[in-house]
């Protein structure tokens, strides 16, 4: 009898773990892996399939692996113990932020109230598997997380950057579009393109990275997921790709900053007028764990308004101009406008914009003194081919023609003014657009002369910037261009002689026949006035615009010398370190193009000045003893620019200091000495010598030609740093 009772436990009607599966909510599968799903009977197959439309008629999607508070894998096995009910979807918004810990799970429900077996699952209400929600498997951002950013180390952040947001920072950084496309200054960077080097400076209005909608690629989910882990796998780890897929909003784009250090902005940070440049603005902020992430790297977020903001009809002369471009040919295209209305900010725009387009894009400066890709005093014509992020200071370029002006305004000489810009112009090929910058003097005789440049240049657009601040000028149509005579130019009724007139723009400009074969001559035939209201920031006033101005031209001085450095970031070389090259006396012929000085006290202005290095068509080999000297300011090209940082006397030897490289120093047989000086702080921060600084003196005879005074101490001759001269007469 006790073996039978036995035998009667040891063989149940049905086992105990099928008791425990089915008393469990309907949502859930058996957690014990008895049998693989490819070797379940018919019975099994059948209650599986029940379950699943059950799930799916309560509002979980089996299929994509996502449901209503609860997740089940695509080989059905069960992520969470939690039972969802009818509608149960979280609100958007309820996903912790990026960093954060995630919410609690729901508890199960109780066991004594299961869902009915046998309830039929309504196949009306689960919906369509065909049509997905997009990005479903992204969490949404708290409100007040806009663009999430995370720390990788090494220098380097990721920033998230969802279509039509933008990211207004200050600093400098290398920006790489891994994912998506951005907008920076007008410049589109989309993935797989190389890393741009963005400046955001102080002395400008700061730069706006713009995330740019794209078009979604036709590939599902895990396709897309697939290919942004691949190209996320070479510079992050597992757990950071995990985090970008986990919160990129749909249509967004994932951007590496990374923290940037080159030689130019060693160089100019290593001196006092500009180690502020590049700085973040010292002023109290919130801090928060953004702000601590964005300053491993040296950036830090500003506010919108504090950025570059067009206004429409900025933005609709831009598409204009671009789509003339693009469409039309290669037009000529004048800014004008009166000082600080934002003319180089509109062309780095519109260049900018132009290159998302077309290989290159050329451009011509008429503005001596504040110049784009040249130290200041220069009319040059030059060809861009890379997008300008940043400052004028920050892209120094070589230009394919260039003369030195040697002055930051053309008052009483205005006719060596257009002739060195018709002998610049002649150089343009007309293969691209070519924009033209103009000075900001648009008053009395300022406005005139733009007359005569837009009848010598014959543009087809002229962009007239314009602000509610300062006196209006004229708007520069093409029926007053034609009935207003300039200064050297008459109009098409009257008839007057001005003592230098251009009878006709043919016979004006001086071609020989290979040139006339490739450029034609411009003739006036009209043009298409386009008129812009700007609103960009700008700091300067009547006050304090010669300080700013002076400011930019001691930066841009620094900009062209910091190519003396080596092309590989390391310690800092003072510039009485470096050795300079040795030009005999009888090698070179000397000016000094912005005032007389007597062939006695030439090489006292010479010493220790900045000197264009130029070329003219004199032979100098016929000399014996020097130094040589110009009767006139000659039309020639300039090659580059130096300083004379000493002059042997025993062996008549200048000695300068210059990036031109060697074999283009061999062609270079005339020194150009204008109105352009040294930056002062390059004399005051002479790291070596001890005691009294070379070539500074408080005790100096002004009367002297070539004297300047300096910032609380007086300097001889422009004098520079001498090292050599100053430890020989020690």
């Not at 508070?69 to 932020?97: I, L, N, Y």
């Not at 909003?249 to 900053?257: N, T």
């Not at 790297?297 to 950025?307: F, P, S, Y």
Request: charged share 20%; proline share 8%.
């Amino acid at each position: 009898m006790a073996d039978s009772e036995v035998l009667l436990r040891r063989v149940p009607s049905r086992s105990s773990w099928q008791r425990v599966r089915k008393a469990r909510p309907h949502l859930l599968l058996s957690r014990r892996g008895r049998r693989r799903f490819g070797v379940l009977t018919r019975g099994e197959l059948r209650r599986l399939r029940r379950r699943l439309l059950r799930a799916h008629a309560l509002g979980g999607d089996w299929k994509l692996g996502v449901t209503a508070g609860s997740h089940v894998a695509g080989k059905c096995k069960v992520r969470s113990r939690s039972r969802p009910t009818p509608g149960s979807q979280s609100a958007p918004g309820s996903q912790s932020a990026p960093g954060s810990q995630s919410a609690p799970r729901s508890q199960p429900a109780p066991r004594s109230q299961p869902a009915p077996r046998c309830q039929p699952a309504p196949r009306s209400q689960p919906a369509p598997r065909s049509q997905p929600a997009p990005r479903s498997h992204f969490q949404t951002l708290p409100a007040n997380v806009t663009q999430p950013v995370r720390d990788l180390g090494s220098g380097r952040v990721l920033v998230l950057l969802p279509a039509g947001e933008g990211f207004t920072f200050s600093g400098i950084c290398r920006v790489t579009c891994i994912y998506g496309q951005v907008e920076i200054f007008g410049h589109i960077i989309k993935q797989g393109q190389p890393a741009q080097d963005v400046f955001s400076a102080y002395t400008h209005s700061y730069l706006t990275i713009s995330g740019v909608q794209y078009s979604e690629p036709e590939k599902s989910e895990k396709e897309m997921r697939r290919e942004m882990r691949a190209l996320l796998k070479p510079h992050m780890k597992l757990d950071d790709r995990n985090w970008v897929v986990q919160f990129l909003p749909p249509l967004g784009s994932i951007l590496l900053l990374e923290q940037l250090r080159t030689p130019a902005v060693d160089f100019m940070s290593s001196y006092e007028c500009a180690s502020y440049v590049f700085l973040q603005e010292n002023t109290p902020v919130r801090i928060n764990s953004e702000y601590i992430t964005l300053k491993t790297i040296g950036i830090r977020r500003q506010r919108k308004r504090k950025g570059i903001c067009l206004n429409d009809s900025g933005l609709c002369a831009l598409e204009e101009l671009v789509s003339a471009s693009c469409v039309d040919g290669c037009p000529v295209i004048l800014l004008c406008g009166a000082c600080d209305t934002g003319k180089s900010t509109f062309s780095r725009i519109l260049i900018n914009q132009l290159l998302n387009s077309l290989p290159g894009v050329d451009y011509l400066e008429c503005d001596l003194g504040q110049t784009e890709f040249t130290p200041p005093g220069c009319i040059a014509l030059l060809n861009i081919t890379e997008p300008l992020l940043g400052p004028p200071y920050t892209h120094p370029r070589r230009p394919q023609r260039m003369v030195y002006y040697g002055k930051m305004n053309c008052h009483n000489d205005y006719e060596n003014y257009i002739e060195i810009i018709k002998y610049v112009f002649r150089d343009y090929k007309r293969e691209s657009p070519l924009i033209i910058n103009t000075m900001g003097w648009v008053k009395d005789d300022g406005l005139l002369l733009l007359v005569d440049l837009i009848r010598l240049l014959s543009p087809n657009y002229v962009v007239q910037l314009s602000t509610g601040r300062g006196s209006l000028m004229p708007s520069l149509t093409s029926d007053y261009v034609e009935l207003t005579d300039g200064l050297y130019t008459k109009s098409k009724i009257k008839r007057r002689y001005r003592g230098f007139e251009i009878e006709e723009l043919e016979d004006s400009l001086e071609f020989t026949d290979e040139e006339k074969d490739s450029s034609p001559v411009p003739v006036f035939t009209g043009h298409k006035l386009i008129c812009v209201h700007s609103e960009f920031l700008c700091g300067k006033n009547e006050k304090n615009r010669a300080k700013y101005n002076r400011i930019f031209r001691d930066l841009a001085v620094l900009g062209y010398l910091s190519q003396l450095m080596p092309p590989v970031p390391g310690p800092q070389s003072p510039l009485h370190s470096l050795t300079p090259y040795q030009v005999p006396f009888n090698a070179v012929a000397v000016r000094v193009t912005h005032a007389d000085v007597a062939p006695a006290h030439i090489l006292y202005a010479v010493n220790a000045s900045w000197v264009g290095l130029c070329k003219i068509l004199d032979d100098m080999k016929g000399y014996t003893r020097g130094p040589i000297l110009l009767a006139q300011n000659p039309i020639c090209d300039c090659l580059g620019f130096g300083i004379c940082r000493g002059i042997d006397m025993e062996k008549r030897l200048y000695h300068i200091l210059t990036p031109l490289p060697p074999e283009e120093l061999k062609t270079v047989n005339c020194l150009l000495i204008g109105a352009i000086t040294v930056p002062h702080c390059i004399f005051k921060n002479q790291p070596g010598p001890e005691g009294t600084i070379p070539y500074i003196t408080t005790d100096y005879n002004f009367k002297l030609p070539g004297a300047s005074e300096k910032i609380g101490e007086r300097v001889y001759g422009n004098a520079f740093l001498g090292y050599r001269a100053y430890k020989k007469g020690k």
